[in-house]
């Protein structure tokens, strides 16, 4: 018989089944891992939202209906509720193109969004987004990111708007020039209408440069694109293309129209130009072509308009020209004679004649008037007006205006020498070369050169250079004046010269306009200007000379309104050295 008294008692879990203290420790395992990982998490969200700040972007949603639910940071110039509102906005596509890929719920990437409508003071972002879909493919919303590019866009703009305009007076550079051109040209094309091309140059620019610097002509360049503009009508495009040479598209306008405003433009440089401490007096040249009347070629009508301005400064600058066809021949005219005149100064051909200025009373020789020619081989005598007009255009006046001055000095030595009795020589100096730094050094080099005392030589000046208001001018004039030349002004009473203005240039001579003279016997006005012109010099004790005398009536007159020096044809014609000798030799 078996005692079962001390065999255990059968357990109450089940076989394989795992305690609860097994249980328990997995269960903390799992909540310790969950923990680690939900710290890992939010380490992860940390830093991906500290390089999301760190990388200057920001974080957006919308929902569904593409209204903006969420935007992360603080965005003051965020104004937009819808991603809608991003068609109308940007910056860089097209609405349509824009609200295409919304409404097919596709990607878009860097789309510029401007965020404030004044353009002035505008921001501009760069957003990009991507589609959000469930697990059965609803369409759920944006999420995207942005970014402020304001300053990007607006150096952007700038290297554009450089690159299209001129930095100096903001007015559109040469390229743009082109376009605008090209787009007036095809709008009137529909229309029938015209367009005008306005050149202009200003006169005598250079001098602002030379005499008052680059910054001077900078300043004067901006103030001329003002008057220019205040001038023009608000469809009128002014543009500059470089140097002082600016255009204006005139579109839908008349040759009228362009008349009109060419003469307030050329009348609003009248006033003086404020360059720093300086006032400068600063007049333009205009030129003009007309679409499709010249021509139907862009190019062209630049050229043409250039051609006519041209022109205008050849007529004496401060003034306006219409292209026409005959200015072709002569531009070449003038091309063809400023090679002649080049040729001339090389090849020796050309030569000084001399016209002597007889005192009325005593018919004694006072002066001599020292005058260029050119014998051309073919066409014999240039009259010097054509040639002349052509060297002022250049530096071609300076060349010739040396050239006589070593002539004359050198034959004045000549006739010294074998003892003739020479009154002073009258030599002319152009403006130009009063406006050069060299001119004093040139005249005294010269004179010692040839030993000529200064007292022999008269350097006669027009009247316009009483206006020139260039420093080099006045001290170019007072520095020949304390050499010991005189200095004698020409063509008096055809400009505005007035008592402040001789008084205040010591000229010591003035000789009467040769226009004035002509009028005498038929004009009792020129009577009386001339009348007046000796009262003046009178009371400033100038020496007076009447010049252009063709008959005695004319030097009769001269004589009995008390202008008692005179030069002209009826006394005598500019003579060469030969013929001049004869003469002297009958009046010792």
């Given at each position: 018989m078996t005692d079962n008294t001390n065999k255990s008692k059968p357990s109450n879990r089940s076989a394989g089944q795992p305690s609860t203290d097994i249980i328990r420790k997995k269960l903390d395992k799992k909540i310790l891992a969950l923990d680690e990982e939900r710290r890992k998490l939010l380490e992860s969200e940390a830093r991906f939202k500290d390089f999301a700040e760190a990388s200057a972007e920001w974080l957006w949603e919308s929902d569904e209906r593409l209204n903006i639910s969420l935007v992360s940071g603080d965005l003051d110039d965020f104004s937009f509720s819808n991603l809608a509102d991003f068609s109308t906005a940007s910056h860089n596509h097209s609405s349509n193109e824009i609200l295409k890929i919304l409404q097919a719920n596709e990607k878009f990437v860097d789309v510029v969004v401007q965020s404030n409508a004044e353009a002035n003071n505008a921001s501009y972002m760069r957003v990009s987004g991507k589609p959000i879909f469930d697990a059965k493919g609803v369409f759920l919303g944006y999420r995207g990111v942005g970014r402020d590019v304001s300053e990007e866009v607006s150096l952007k703009s700038r290297i554009e708007f450089l690159a299209t305009h001129d930095d100096l007076t903001g007015l559109p550079n040469r390229s743009l020039f082109r376009q605008r051109l090209e787009h007036s040209i095809?709008?009137?094309?529909?229309?029938?209408?015209?367009?005008?091309?306005?050149?202009?140059?200003?006169?005598?620019?250079?001098?602002?440069?030379?005499?008052?610097?680059?910054?001077?002509?900078?300043?004067?360049?901006?103030?001329?694109?003002e008057r220019i503009s205040a001038c023009a009508r608000s469809t009128d495009i002014l543009c500059r293309l470089g140097g002082d040479d600016f255009v204006m598209v005139m579109e839908g306008a008349s040759p009228q129209d362009g008349n009109r405003i060419v003469r307030e433009i050329i009348a609003a440089f009248e006033a003086p130009f404020k360059l720093h401490d300086e006032l400068v007096y600063c007049t333009v040249s205009v030129g003009v072509s007309v679409y499709p009347d010249d021509t139907k070629d862009p190019e062209l009508l630049l050229s043409y308009a250039d051609l006519a301005m041209f022109r205008a400064k050849q007529n004496g600058r401060n003034g306006f020209e219409f292209y026409t066809a005959g200015l072709n021949s002569i531009a070449h005219q003038w091309l063809d004679m400023e090679q002649g005149v080049r040729h001339a100064l090389k090849e020796k051909l050309l030569f000084l004649v001399y016209q002597p200025q007889f005192d009325y009373k005593t018919n004694e020789l006072v002066g001599l008037e020292v005058l260029l020619r050119w014998r051309h081989p073919q066409r014999g005598l240039i009259p010097p007006l054509e040639f002349i007009k052509v060297a002022e255009q250049s530096s071609l006046i300076n060349q010739l205006e040396e050239f006589v001055l070593e002539e004359c000095c050198a034959q004045l030595r000549l006739w010294l020498d074998a003892g003739y009795k020479i009154p002073r020589l009258s030599v002319n100096i152009s403006l130009r070369h009063l406006r050069s730094a060299h001119l004093s050094a040139l005249i005294n080099t010269v004179t010692k050169k040839h030993a000529i005392s200064p007292e022999l030589l008269c350097l006669e000046i027009s009247e316009s250079a009483l206006f020139d208001n260039v420093d080099e001018v006045k001290h170019n004039i007072q520095r020949m004046k304390n050499a010991g030349f005189q200095v004698s002004l020409d063509d008096f009473g055809m400009g505005f010269s007035s008592l402040k203005d001789l008084k205040e240039w010591a000229v010591d001579e003035v000789k009467i306009d040769q226009r004035f003279v002509a009028g005498l016997v038929s004009s009792k006005e020129d009577r009386q200007i001339v009348k007046a012109i000796v009262a003046l010099c009178n009371a400033l004790g100038l020496h007076l000379i009447g010049e252009g005398v063709e008959s005695k009536e004319q030097s009769e007159i001269l004589a009995d309104s008390g202008c008692n020096t005179m030069q002209g044809y009826f006394d005598s014609l500019p003579l060469t050295p030969p013929e001049l000798e004869k003469k002297l030799r009958k009046l010792k």
């Open positions: 095809s709008k009137v094309e529909r229309t029938g209408k015209q367009v005008l091309l306005l050149f202009f140059d200003l006169d005598y620019f250079k001098k602002v440069n030379d005499t008052l610097g680059h910054d001077a002509g900078d300043t004067l360049l901006i103030q001329v694109a």
